[in-house]
């Protein structure tokens, strides 16, 4: 049977309450220089290397932030990535876990989102 579904991630939303500050700490955490938002000032595509595409979504800002990470970015340097993390003053969450197929770190951005960065073990 063909399902009309297809198993491809188009567009991860994170959701935010201070878009420009959001904006900001993203471009410094990931490396992009900071653009211009869309919809009225409430979504911001982040620019990524795939075919997933992140947004910053400024659209409910009564969300829940509990619960664990809802998608994880990849890695080749773990410890590079905890350095940056400290560097910039991020919440981390986690020491860096080995689970056999990867290490991941968890941490927080500033709306308390939880993140997660992962190196193939």
């Given at each position: 049977m063909?399902?009309?579904?297809?198993?491809?991630?188009?567009?991860?939303?994170?959701?935010v309450r201070?878009m420009?500050?959001a904006?900001?700490?993203?471009?410094?955490?990931?490396g992009?220089?900071?653009g211009?938002?869309?919809h009225?000032?409430?979504?911001?595509d982040?620019p990524?290397d795939?075919?997933?595409?992140l947004?910053?979504?400024?659209n409910?800002t009564?969300?829940?932030?509990?619960g664990?990470?809802?998608?994880f970015?990849?890695?080749?340097?773990?410890?590079a990535?905890?350095d940056?993390?400290?560097?910039l003053?991020?919440?981390?969450?986690s020491d860096?876990e080995d689970i056999?197929?990867?290490f991941?770190?968890?941490f927080?951005?500033p709306?308390g989102?939880p993140l997660m960065?992962c190196q193939r073990a």
């Amino acid at each position: 049977m063909t399902h009309p579904i297809q198993r491809v991630v188009g567009q991860v939303f994170i959701p935010v309450r201070d878009m420009p500050a959001a904006v900001r700490w993203y471009a410094e955490l990931l490396g992009f220089p900071p653009g211009e938002t869309s919809h009225d000032g409430t979504i911001f595509d982040i620019p990524t290397d795939g075919e997933t595409r992140l947004a910053l979504d400024a659209n409910r800002t009564d969300f829940d932030t509990a619960g664990p990470p809802r998608f994880f970015l990849w890695t080749h340097d773990i410890a590079a990535v905890v350095d940056h993390l400290r560097e910039l003053g991020v919440v981390i969450t986690s020491d860096v876990e080995d689970i056999g197929s990867v290490f991941f770190v968890q941490f927080e951005d500033p709306d308390g989102n939880p993140l997660m960065v992962c190196q193939r073990a």
